[in-house]
């Protein structure tokens, strides 16, 4: 690091000068406090020294500058624009230096003190978060400056304050040495983008303070001590504690866990403030191989969260984190991790209050360096140790008190080094109540857990039983998936075969889904924009957009499948007989005596917040409905409960069970009624429809009729009641997902890749023969790629008896195939079709092979717009399973064959041409794709392909479908 340069302070690899030392954050306390967030003035120069210091003192003139909203980026106010990369750093790796092209921002800010400021005491000036590295001054004086983005700082302010026009100034350099310690997966967003605010330090008035309380689960007591800098009373009153800070309590108390997250108010006083505490005894401990709270092992049903917002970046209000909570919880998700930095203080207030566990992360991740071989990492170099151990503190200072806080994680992807142990070792010294966690160090030298991301299920099965290989230490620790289930695009899939990994082997302790939210960015041409749309190089694209809820925090299907996925408790069927039917259409299944098994997946409550309720439906309309009694039972334990008879149906039904478990009241994050978990029972099967015959294909002039239908010379359907119907045939192709264009930086090609090679995106489809006999119309095709001689054979052959048109499908391969096929069904389109869609099978939301748990089978009412899943980037998506019947702009299809249903306004080709949602423009004709199979969907945009068995090999298929002009009937579906 000799440069021969006197480097400035944004390039030393120092953490910064002149803050005061870390401590616990508290919203309020009883001292006055003036929040310093608003509209300021702002500056942009190009480069760190464009300008001197003279706009911070007074009297300079700022007539020219612009306003800008604090918290707040100014690449997201019409200052620079922002960038994205994921591991690369946009500057050249050459640590501490960074470029002399370095936008820095000069914010300021006046303000008076108000009336009733007290004299006596000093001030405090807070920043919560600052990206990447600030000076500050009041009043013409230099405080320091500081880098750390998602860290706070204080400065004592007292001296220089004035009751009237204070001048706040801050330079903020968007690169500095810091960003090398700042290298997350997300945008380069700088400016001071959390809160800004004055605190009044009274005289007497409170120091640091760390809250312990821990519960002994076998005496069932809480034991607290509040260690302060500052003496003081620690009351809590409705445990009638009132002791010295220092001196110890333990009393009879609940415990706190992220299912029952029970919080004692109590305030810490001393002579001059009172700060109010707000109290979760809890725990956390690694026993027996296990990470264990209050004496039981928990699984973590987790997400990672980044703080973003489409609008304000990382910016975010209040309402927004709460959202942020309040949809975790409703989607039964008890963890996150912090990932890649410390949220906002208040954002674990709420983990606190709504209950989460929480693994909150260090601002760290030195993944660039991994270009040039590691070659430089600060992790391993003992000249930036002190900013190491300055951000380990400033997380640990600030969020020790939080109850939710279950694990301090040291950072991200910063492969290994010296920095890394001493920061462990920092942080066992000053709390050893929490467990550490680090993903990237295999050897698990300095944590508690052995973590890994985005391991694949046969791994994960292997470590789950113990027989992973590496060091036999690692062996007997817990285990955790840091990050699984990419959530890019559409999916993840294979969640499920996860879930169940976890729920069978106990040393493994669940995961956390990368990730929560897409960071698309709000832009007027491309709805969100994501990397490379505000022309930055390097860039890495669409991969910013890779969570379970969009950008405006609507829940992608991957969320609901999620919920399903987790749900903390299981129905199940406790045994299946085939139904028997008697001569009336009535079964005997109240004498079969079906029963359901309850498992109670909680680890800590048991189920008397919930109630059961079920409904019976036949033919998907729901014809009878009550309650059940929810049975009382212990974690991990299960009970049966017996099921109403089963109430009368007509003849020739399918029918079925939906039970539901539900809050039986308000929950603090969700009201009474809210679906918990649910199951569907089969009853009554689907019965075989008859197919239509009869009538003879017949030639008129260069049409050939068959019963209502028309086709063309060629055997291509035309028309069927007069319903015009276009370009009816196999389809093999679809718009890829982000996991079927796979990792750009594998060496392998990715399964588009291969689909686009071999021209699966451009079959050819050859008319062989069009046979008329007396029964039948029979069309023999073959589809194939061009320069390739794999192919399929395709023979359509159609029967109707009039009204009704009966499609029998055959698919054969020839050739070998090595590669999966995306979907193989047939398409066609419905010019000037509108009106809403109706269906009965799979829903309401689309799902995949591999991605169904929460398909609910039932009657579905949407329109085709609403039927399309609105992927940030766009691809296929909207297919909905086990079709039985659909109802789309005047046609009816029947099907025993229960195929993958979709409808859209734009072709697969439009689909796949677009690059954001914008592009899609919707034309006068529907495109509804039957499809007899679908490639899974799996998880490789990071992390393992479809599992073996969602693979759509090309294999021998068939389908029958019957098409008739559709009868409205008025019916009980439920609109999507
Ligand atoms: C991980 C990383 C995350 C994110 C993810 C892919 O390697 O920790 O920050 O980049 O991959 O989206």
């Known amino acids: 690091m000799d440069h021969g340069l006197d480097l400035r302070h944004h390039e030393d690899a120092s953490p910064g000068t002149g803050s005061l030392p870390p401590r616990a954050w508290y919203a309020a306390s009883d001292a006055p406090a003036l929040s310093l967030n608003g509209t300021w003035r702002f500056r942009l120069s190009p480069t760190a020294d464009a300008e001197d210091d003279a706009f911070a003192a007074d009297g300079h003139d700022r007539t020219a500058w612009d306003d800008i909203t604090v918290p707040g980026h100014w690449v997201l106010q019409g200052h620079g624009a922002p960038h994205y990369t994921n591991q690369l750093y946009p500057f050249p790796v050459d640590p501490p230096r960074v470029p002399t092209d370095n936008p ?126 500052v003496e003081g009373r620690v009351v809590v009153g409705e445990l009638g504690i009132d002791v010295a800070t220092g001196e110890t309590v333990t009393v009879d108390v609940e415990p706190w866990t992220a299912e029952t997250p029970r919080l004692y108010d109590g305030v810490y006083a001393t002579a001059g403030e009172r700060i109010p505490l707000r109290i979760g005894f809890r725990t956390v401990a690694v026993e027996d191989g296990l990470i264990k709270v209050n004496g039981r092992p928990v699984l973590f049903r987790g997400v990672n969260r980044h703080e973003f917002h489409p609008e304000t970046g990382r910016a975010l209000d209040l309402d927004t984190m709460r959202a942020d909570v309040l949809l975790m919880k409703r989607h ?53 140790t002190p900013a190491l151990l300055d951000r ?56 508690d857990m052995y973590s890994r991301m985005y391991a694949d299920h046969d791994e994960v099965e292997r470590i789950g039983r113990g027989a992973d290989e590496g060091p036999e230490e690692r062996r007997q620790l817990p285990f955790l998936l840091c990050e699984y289930g990419h959530a890019m695009g559409n999916g993840p899939g294979g969640l499920s ?18 990730e929560w939210i897409d960071h698309g960015l709000a832009h007027p041409s491309y709805a969100y924009a994501y990397g490379g749309d505000f022309g930055e190089e390097p860039h890495d694209g669409n991969f910013v957009c890779d969570g379970l809820v969009f950008p405006d925090r609507t829940p992608s299907p991957g969320l609901v499948e999620y919920k399903k996925v987790i749900e903390p408790v299981r129905i ?70 017996k099921l109403p ?20 009241e308000d929950a603090a994050w969700a009201e009474r009624g809210h679906v918990v978990a649910w199951a569907q029972l089969d009853d009554e099967a689907r019965p075989v429809r008859s197919t239509p015959g009869g009538t003879a294909p017949v030639r008129d002039g260069r049409r050939i009729l068959l019963g209502d239908a028309a086709f063309d010379a060629h055997g291509t359907l035309l028309s069927l009641g007069g319903l015009e119907i276009k370009e009816l045939r196999l389809d093999v192709w679809r718009a890829p997902t982000d996991n079927d264009n796979g990792m750009p930086w594998r060496p392998e090609p990715s399964l588009s890749t291969r689909w686009r090679r071999l021209g699966l995106d451009r079959m050819q489809h050859r008319v062989d023969a069009v046979e008329l006999r007396d029964d039948a119309l029979t069309v023999r095709t073959r589809v194939a790629p061009a320069a390739s001689d794999l192919g399929l054979r395709v023979e359509y052959r159609w029967q109707s008896d009039g009204p009704r048109l009966l499609l029998s499908l055959e698919v054969e391969p020839e050739g070998e195939w090595t590669v999966p ?62 079709l039985r019947w659909a109802e789309v702009g005047g046609l009816r299809v029947d099907t025993n064959d229960g195929p993958w249903f979709t409808a859209r306004r734009w072709t697969t080709e439009q689909l796949d041409a677009a690059r954001h949602r914008t592009d899609l423009v919707p034309g ?53």
């Open 645 to 664: 008879p089963a109430p009368k149906r007509g003849r020739g039904a399918e029918s079925r069970w939906t039970v539901r478990a539900v809050l039986a």
């Open 497 to 514: 075969e996860y879930q169940k990994l976890f729920e069978t082997y106990e040393r493994l302790q669940g995961g956390f889904i990368w």
């Open 924 to 976: 006068d004709t529907v495109w509804v794709n039957l499809d007899i199979g679908q490639q899974g969907i799996g998880s490789q945009s990071c992390g393992p392909g479809a599992l073996p068995q969602y693979q759509l090999h090309a294999r021998p298929e068939r389908l029958d479908v019957t098409f008739s002009t559709a009868v409205t009937r008025g019916n009980g579906a439920a609109r999507h």
């Open 104 to 229: 820095t921002g000069d914010h300021l800010r006046t303000f008076d003190l108000p009336a009733d400021w007290p004299g006596p005491g000093t001030a405090v000036l807070r920043f919560d978060g600052v990206e990447s590295c600030a000076r500050v001054w009041l009043n013409g004086t230099e405080l320091g400056d500081f880098k750390g983005s998602r860290l706070p700082h204080e400065f004592d302010v007292g001296a220089l304050l004035r009751p009237a026009g204070n001048v706040l100034a801050v330079r903020v350099h968007q690169w500095s040495s810091g960003s090398y310690l700042e290298d997350q997966d997300q945008w380069w967003l700088p400016g001071i983008f959390r809160d800004v605010t004055l605190l009044h330090r009274p005289e007497g008035c409170a120091g640091d303070h760390f809250v312990h309380a821990s519960y002994d689960h076998r005496a069932g007591t809480g034991t607290l001590r509040v260690d302060a800098d």
């Open 572 to 641: 199940e069927p406790v045994r299946v007989e085939p139904a028997r039917t008697d001569g009336d259409g009535d079964s005997d299944s109240d004498e079969r005596g079906r029963a359901l098994r309850i498992t109670n997946l909680y680890d800590f409550t048991d189920l008397s917040l919930l109630a059961l309720t079920w409904s019976y439906e036949v033919d998907g309309v729901s014809v009878a409905d009550g309650s059940l009694p929810m049975p009382a039972v212990r974690p991990g334990e299960c009970a049966e409960v």
């Open 332 to 384: 039964n998700i008890n963890a996150v991790r912090t990932s890649h930095y410390p949220p906002h203080p208040a954002f674990l207030d709420l983990c606190d209050e709504l209950g989460l566990w929480v693994v909150d992360e260090c601002d760290l991740e030195t993944h660039g360096f991994q270009a040039v071989g590691w070659r430089g990492n600060p992790v391993d170099d003992d000249r930036w």
């Open 821 to 882: 096929l995306p979907r193989v069904g047939i398409r066609f389109g419905l010019p000037g079709a509108s009106g809403p869609v109706r269906w009965f099978g799979g829903g309401p939301g689309e799902a995949y092979p591999d991605t169904c748990a929460a398909s609910m089978t039932g009657l579905w009412e949407s329109d085709v717009d609403a039927m399309q899943t609105p992927y940030v980037r766009p691809q296929e998506n909207g297919a909905r399973p086990g």
């Open 392 to 447: 380990a503190a400033r997380m640990v200072e600030r969020d020790k008190n939080h109850p939710s806080v279950v694990v301090w994680s040291l950072g991200n992807e910063c492969g290994t080094g010296r920095g890394l142990t001493a920061m462990a070792q920092w942080i066992r010294a000053r709390d050893d109540s929490r467990l550490l966690h680090y993903e990237g160090d295999s050897s698990c030298a300095d944590t």
